[in-house]
């Protein structure tokens, strides 16, 4: 059965530091989103991607974040100075299309913790 | 905008009793529903959702929900739970964007007893 796969399962970082968080959508997927979820807290909405550009993003995506799809196959999302409120479990999600009753499938998710 | 409240962080049943966990949702324009299981260390899986077609859903594992648009709720209802129900469930909303993005409810830890 097809899958949204994430790496790393589990980050550490400094405070500061840049970190990618990976995700393999499923193949013949076009749509394909970050949400993440702070410990407590709701799964939100970051950004979402279609056709090589980031077609929504929340309050939440701004600057520091960045998301691109590099080779085809691979994307990815770029904290380019981690804070210590960036700690979350971050979800890539895949569509097949755009249609709002379409199902998203979801990767496991990527534990990120700032220290 | 849209928004998801789930009453209740954690719910805790015993094996064999009926499981309900409650979804509420708010938006301006026809919902899509959804509700997703998480199991621990793996991802969100969809269970079911509402897409107008019916207003009475079936998902997998048993599962059901009834959407009720005079009371905005979606709950999500199991008549015997079972031991490996036990995982953290999500209603979601989706339908007042171009790109379909969905926003969740808090999460509702289910907790099954022997």
């Known amino acids: 059965e097809p899958e949204v796969t994430q790496t790393p399962s589990h980050q550490v970082t400094q405070m500061g530091q840049e970190v990618i968080l990976r995700c393999v959508p499923i193949s013949n997927h076009l749509y394909f989103y970050w949400y993440r979820q702070i410990l407590g807290q709701k799964v939100e909405f970051l950004v979402s991607?279609?056709?090589?550009?980031?077609?929504?993003k929340s309050e939440i995506f701004d600057d520091q974040f960045s998301v691109e799809r590099p080779d085809g196959s691979n994307f990815t999302l770029k904290i380019r100075s981690t804070k210590l409120e960036d700690s979350a479990m971050y979800f890539c999600a895949s569509r097949g299309n755009r249609g709002a009753n379409t199902e998203a499938f979801f990767g496991q998710g990527t534990r990120l913790t700032v220290v | 905008a849209q928004s998801v409240t789930q009453l209740g962080s954690h719910v805790s049943v015993s094996e064999g009793a009926l499981v309900l966990l409650r979804c509420n949702y708010s938006?301006?324009?026809?919902?899509?529903l959804f509700w997703y299981v998480q199991y621990p260390n793996q991802g969100l899986q969809l269970l079911l959702k509402y897409t107008s077609a019916a207003t009475l859903v079936k998902g997998i594992n048993g599962f059901e929900a009834e959407f009720k648009k005079s009371e905005t709720s979606f709950h999500l209802t199991k008549p015997s739970a079972h031991m490996s129900d036990a995982a953290e469930y999500f209603c979601a909303v989706s339908g007042d964007s171009g790109y379909s993005t969905l926003t969740f409810g808090k999460g509702t830890m289910l907790l099954v007893s022997p």
């Open positions: 938006s301006s324009v026809p919902p899509y």
């Open positions: 991607f279609y056709n090589n550009e980031i077609s929504e």
